[in-house]
Nanobody, 126 residues
């Protein structure tokens, strides 16, 4: 069974940066599209950024130009580089995976993903 584990969260000041990691185990990352999602207290989970097996990406408008996703299949790891962090970015961040045979498929919809990590807390505060 696919297992995903996030790390790298923490407390950061506004304007700061964090890099999250999502390590996949159980299967090779090669055939999985990956999405990063977040959920703030009292809010619904939202898609942040996603990446296809062919490295195509989509971003939520709220993070475009600030958040960047990348993948290293050799390390079975997907990264989320977050720059220019704002208090409204405070949330639990989750990575999720879905199997695909398309180089281009990816989605910001959480209903498209079958496997999820436990999440890592990101807090942006002075």
């Amino acid at each position: 069974q696919l297992h995903l584990e996030e790390s790298g969260g923490g407390l950061v000041q506004p304007g700061g940066s964090l890099k999250l990691s999502c390590v996949v185990s159980g299967f090779s990352l090669e055939n999985y599209a990956i999405g990063w999602f977040r959920q703030a207290p009292g809010k619904e989970r939202e898609g942040v950024v996603c990446i296809s097996t062919g490295h195509n990406t989509d971003h939520a408008a709220s993070v475009k130009g600030r958040f960047f996703i990348s993948r290293d299949n050799a390390k079975n790891t997907v990264y989320l580089q977050m720059n220019g962090l704002k208090p409204e970015d405070t949330a639990v961040y989750y990575c999720a995976a879905t199997w695909t045979d398309s180089l281009f498929y990816r989605s910001l919809s959480d209903s498209k993903y079958e496997d999820w990590g436990q999440g890592t807390q990101v807090t942006v505060s002075s």
